[in-house]
């Protein structure tokens, strides 16, 4: 069975709230999150699964994981659109 993410959720999620969510993992991902956790000295295993879906949006460079391209994106859908018959026209 696939998973999906709404990634603009998972981005909205981040910003505003923190929810709290029991989660099952297997044993190594136990151990990676308690390495994660030692090794950057983080509080607990939230903190490690924050960090690493952090680096996870950096490693794969997704404009639209980051909170930065959300709120760009927010403000241009504020600005008022125009009308334009001929795009090569008006922008050559």
Do not use: C, W
Request: net charge positive.
């Amino acid at each position: 069975m696939e998973k999906h993410i709404n990634k603009s959720n998972l981005v909205q999620i981040s910003e505003t709230n923190m929810v709290q969510a029991l989660i099952q993992i297997d044993d190594n991902t136990n151990r990676v999150l308690n390495i994660v956790k030692a090794k950057f000295d983080l509080k607990d295993k939230g903190e490690a699964i924050q960090f690493l879906v952090k680096e996870y949006i950096e490693l794969k460079n997704e404009p639209e994981l980051r909170p930065d391209f959300i709120k760009k994106m927010e403000k241009i859908k504020k600005q008022k659109s125009i009308r334009v018959d001929d795009f090569s026209k008006r922008y050559s």
